[in-house]
């Protein structure tokens, strides 16, 4: 025996405006002229804007339903999600921000959808959006981990793992296809003499102004890290020798005319740098790469320090 159904009274009117009036989320609704016709509570406890202030305005105008990118500017134009809903017929979901009553700004996941008349054509929008305050506040916390975990706290540079990694990347790239890659060793002279005589304070303003130098003096596509202590590594993706080895002097120049001046201290600081340059071989690893480029680092320092030598 089938089980009995029971017919299900239509909801009043009055009903569906009050569902959605009480709704935690934010419900809007704009014509094809983009003038707001419908403004839930949802919507007036996230902007701060109740819905007598803007039923009736053009959402461009000055009210919450602006929408604005993350750079404070206002998406009125070409880039508006309700224009971009009419115009296309279809659904769009965008992360988008509005401005509270108080000049906050909320950052906002809306889902803009077109509704449609009798004859198929779109007339209007319907939005509905949700504070993403607690959405991009973890996605910022997982932003800063993930680069906590590749790069040095001190210097800003790329950690060792993280350009280990990099470089056996690029290395097994410009292997496939062929192309020249090189790096460049280097490493702070004295560096021990500056913390026993200055101590470590004045040793990590060196650090920081070397790393400095190094991300300053290097072009778009190369990467430079901290390898350890006062050794740095800079990869030099699809480049011969000869141009690591102008990069390099180029960087050995920057550093010698380079001083730290210590505002309780008072005195310029003089600080050098010792070079070591490889070039790839198609028969070797990127660990005997760096490894000739340290080799040549140390020929540097042996020569006197304050040179570029090449392996």
């Known amino acids: 025996m089938s089980p009995r159904r029971h017919k299900v009274p239509p909801l009043p009117i009055g009903c569906y405006k009050s569902i959605l009036d009480y709704t935690f989320d934010g419900v809007n609704y704009v014509d094809g002229k983009r003038r707001i016709l419908y403004w839930n509570k949802g919507a007036e406890t996230m902007t701060g804007y109740r819905a007598e202030e803007v039923l009736g305005h053009a959402c461009y105008r000055d009210s919450g339903m602006c929408h604005i990118n993350d750079e404070g500017e206002r998406l009125c134009g070409r880039l508006c999600p309700l224009l971009d809903a009419i115009s296309t017929k279809r659904e769009r979901v965008n992360r988008v921000y509005l401005r509270h009553k108080d000049g906050r700004r909320i950052p906002v996941d809306a889902v803009s959808s077109p509704v449609y008349d009798e004859d198929g054509e779109a007339i209007g929008v319907v939005q509905v959006f949700r504070d993403a305050t607690v959405y991009e506040e973890a996605e910022r916390k997982s932003q800063v981990i993930a680069k906590l975990a590749t790069t040095d706290a001190l210097t800003g540079l790329l950690n060792r793992r993280t350009i280990d990694i990099e470089l ?144």
């Not at 190094?214 to 740095?232: C, S």
């Not at 993706?237 to 210590?262: C, F, G, M, Q, Y």
Request: aromatic residues 10%; glycine residues 6%.
């Open 168 to 311: 056996e990347i690029e290395f097994k790239r410009a292997t496939r296809l062929k192309l020249p890659m090189a790096v460049i060793f280097c490493d702070i002279d004295h560096f021990k003499d500056i913390n026993d005589k200055h101590g470590h304070a004045i040793g990590d303003e060196v650090l920081k102004g070397m790393a400095k130098l190094l991300q300053g003096g290097i072009r778009e596509y190369d990467r430079a890290g901290r390898y350890g202590g006062e050794e740095f590594l800079v990869m030099l993706p699809e480049t011969k020798v000869e141009i690591a080895v102008e990069i390099a002097e180029r960087l050995r120049r920057s550093v010698d005319v380079w001083r730290l001046i210590h505002r309780e201290k008072h005195w310029p600081f003089q600080v050098t740098m010792s070079f070591g340059v490889s070039e790839m071989r198609q028969d070797a690893t990127w660990e005997d790469l760096v490894k000739r480029a340290d080799q040549a680092m140390y020929k540097a320092k042996r020569s006197g320090r304050n040179a570029v030598f090449v392996s």
